[in-house]
C-alpha cells in the first residue's frame, strides 16, 4: 500500500504526519483498509483450523488495524478541525462502518467460532484478561444481532446504518450553527464586560473576520457574556441563540432527527428482546436498569431543587432591588449570581481570573500527575494538524510513556463541548503500543489565555480521562484505557478535578498573569469555601437532562421530542429559571452516537464515587499519598476493562460508595 495514512510513519514516535496529510488522501486509505478488514474477517471466520483463543479472538482483535489507524486520525480532525471535505467525509464514511460492522456481527461462521470457544471457556486456559475479552467479545456479538434469524438480521442492519447517518447528521447540524451564528457588540454593548471577556470577544471577532468585539455560541465567551453583560435585552438575545441551536426550523434543524432517532433505537432494541432502548443499553453498565438510574438520580433532584429554589428568591430580591419587576429570567441567573457571589464570598471573577493561566493549569495538571504517579512531561516541536495544538513527551524514570496533544483554544471549525481521545491505543498484543492521547477544549483565547475556576476544572477533567489512557497496561485493545463502562468511565476524570481544589496546587501555580505573584491566601481561601456555591443551578441543569435523556429512552418514541422533553420537565416541577443543560436539539452527548444514550446519568453515578474515592487519598493521609496513588493505578488507571468496574472499584476502596457522598461534595442538603 502505497498511501501516506497506511504507511509506516517515520515520524518522532509514529506520530502521524501531519503537515504532509490532505483530505484526499482519507478516502482512498479508508477504502483500502476498510477492503483489508473484510479479508482479515473472512480469512477467521473460514479458517479450517478448530476456533481457538488465538487464531479467532486475537486475529479479531488486530484484524482491523489498518482502518483503526486511519480513523482515528480522520476523526480526531473531523472532530476538532472541521472542513467542508471532513464533513462530506464523515457523511460517505459513516453508513459504510455502519453496514461493515453488522456484516461482521452477523457473520454467522464467525459468532460460531466465538460461540465454541465461549461453551469450552473453561477448559481453554485463560488467564483473567484473556477470559473477560472473550466474554466481552462474545457478549458483543449476542447484543448487537448475532442470533437474529431471518427479516429481523436485514431490519436490524439497516436500523444502525440509518441511526449511523443521523447520529453524523446530528452533529454536523449543531457545529453549523453554532459556526454560523454571532453578534457584534458595539460601543455602547459593552458595559459590565471586563477587559478579559472583551480580550475573548475581539479574538472571536478576529476569527469571524469583524472588526470589533462579537459573542460567539461558544460556552466559553457566552457564559462570561451572561455573568457581566448589563444589557439584559443582549443577555436576552444571545441566552436565546445559545439555546435554539438545532432547533432553528433551518436546514440545521435536528428536531425530526431526534425523533427518527428515538423511534429506531426502541426498535433497534425490541428486534433484540429488551423492552426498551434502556433496558438494553444499561444492562452492560454499573448501574444495570432503569430504574436504578432514576433512582440516583431523584435521590439528588429533590435536594438539588430545593436548594437552586432558595436560591432563586434571594437573586429574585436583588433584581427586583435593580429596578426590573417580574419574573427571573434564564438570561438573568448568571448575573445575579456572579453579582451575589461577589457579595457574599467577595469574589470577582474579573479579580481571580488573571490567576487561573491556561498555562499554569496546564502545568498544575502535569505536576500533579507528576507527584502521584511520577510521570515527567517535556514539550516536542513536532507538526501538528492546527497551529493552536500542542505536544508533550510523557515518561516515567526515562522510560516513554505516552505522547499527549493538547488543543484548548475555541474555534469556528472544532465542535463544542471537551472530549478526550485516543489516536493511539496502548496495547501489547502485536507488540508493546505505546498511546497518543488528545485532549480537545473550547476555552477563550487571550494573551495571556485565562480561565474561569470551571474552564480549570474542565482541563483538570479531561487531563484524568487522558491518565487513564496513559497509564494503560493491557494486552487487549479491546479493553484498554477507557475501554470501560460507561458510568464508570467518568471516575478517574472527575477525580481528578478534585486536586485543582487542593490549596497547595493552587499556592503554587495560581499566579497573576502580569505581576507572577501567588494568588493571595485570602483569595484562595475565598475562593474555596465558595466550592459549592450555586450548586442547586448546576445540580438542577443537570439532573434535568439525565432524567429527559432517560424517559426518551424508556417510553415509547414520539413524533414530538420536544412536548415529551417539556412534559418530563413539567412534572418534575423545574425551576422557571434554569434549562436543561442540553435540550433535545443540541443534546451531542444522546443523538450523535450511542455513547451517552440513556447514559447521560453516567456523570453522576461516577459522582457517587469519585467523592468517596477522593475521601480515601484525604483519610489516609492527604492528597498526595504514594500508598493510594499506587492503589488508584493498579486497581482502575492500569486495568481499563480487564474486570468487572464494581469489583475494580471495590479492589481499590473495599466497598461501595452512598449518594451521600455526593450531596455533601456539592453542598447539598436533603430535605428534612
Known sequence: MNNLLLSDWNTPFELPPFAQITDDDFAPAFDLAMSEARNNIDAIAGNAEAPTFSNTIEALEQADESLGKVLSVFYNLAGADSTEKREELQRKFSPKLAEYTSEINMNIALFARIETLWNARDSLGLNDEQARVLMLHHRSFVRAGAQLQGADRGRLK??????????????????????????????????????????????????????????????????????????????????????????????????????????????????????????????????????????????????????????????????????????????????????????????????????????????????????????????????????????????????????????????????????????????????????????????????????????????????????????????YKSVSGTSVARDFVELPSQLYEHWLEVPEVLEKFATHAETGQPMPADMLKRLLAAGTYDMGFATVEYVASALVDLAFHTSEPTDDPMAKQDAVLADLGMPHAIKMRHATPQFAHVFSGDGYSSAYYSYMWSEVMDADAFEAFEESGGAFNPDMAARLEKHILSVGGTRDAEELYMAFRGSMPKVGALLKGRGLVADG
Open 158 to 475: 439497516d436500523v444502525l446504518a440509518r441511526l449511523a447517518v443521523l447520529g453524523t447528521r446530528f452533529s454536523q447540524n449543531l457545529l453549523a450553527d453554532e459556526r454560523e451564528w454571532f453578534m457584534e457588540l458595539g460601543p455602547d454593548d459593552l458595559d459590565g464586560l471586563p477587559e478579559f471577556v472583551l480580550d475573548a470577544a475581539k479574538a472571536a471577532g478576529q476569527e469571524k473576520g469583524v472588526d470589533g468585539p462579537v459573542v460567539t455560541l461558544s460556552r466559553s465567551l457566552i457564559t462570561p457574556f451572561l455573568q457581566f453583560s448589563t444589557r439584559r435585552d443582549l443577555r436576552e438575545k444571545a441566552y436565546a441563540a445559545f439555546v435554539a441551536r438545532g432547533a432553528n426550523g433551518n436546514a440545521h434543524d435536528n428536531r425530526g432527527i431526534a425523533a427518527e432517532t428515538l423511534a429506531l433505537r426502541q426498535e433497534r432494541a425490541q428486534l433484540l428482546g429488551y423492552n426498551s432502548f434502556a433496558d438494553y443499553k444499561l444492562e452492560t453498565e454499573m448501574a444495570k436498569t432503569p430504574e436504578a438510574v432514576r433512582g440516583l438520580l431523584m435521590d439528588v433532584w429533590g435536594p438539588a431543587k430545593a436548594t437552586a429554589e432558595r436560591d432563586a428568591e434571594i437573586l429574585i430580591d436583588m433584581m427586583h432591588r435593580d429596578g426590573i419587576n417580574g419574573d427571573l429570567e434564564p438570561w438573568d441567573w448568571r448575573f445575579y449570581s456572579e453579582k451575589r457571589r461577589a457579595a457574599e464570598h467577595d469574589l470577582d471573577e474579573a479579580e481571580l481570573k488573571p490567576y487561573l493561566q491556561l498555562d499554569r493549569m496546564i502545568e498544575a495538571a502535569f505536576d500533579c500527575a507528576n507527584r502521584l504517579f511520577g510521570l515527567e512531561f517535556s514539550a516536542l516541536d513536532v507538526p501538528l494538524y492546527h497551529a493552536d495544538a500542542r505536544a508533550w513527551e510523557v515518561t516515567r524514570n526515562g522510560k516513554h510513556i505516552a505522547v499527549f496533544i493538547g488543543d484548548y483554544f475555541a474555534r469556528g471549525s472544532k465542535r463544542s463541548g471537551a472530549w478526550c481521545s485516543a489516536m493511539r491505543s496502548q496495547k501489547k498484543l502485536g507488540g508493546d503500543t505505546q498511546p497518543i492521547v488528545v485532549n480537545v477544549c473550547n476555552f477563550a483565547k487571550g494573551d495571556p489565555a485565562l480561565l474561569s475556576f470551571d474552564d480549570a476544572r474542565t482541563l483538570f477533567h479531561e487531563f484524568g480521562h487522558a491518565l487513564h489512557q496513559m497509564l494503560s497496561d493491557v494486552t
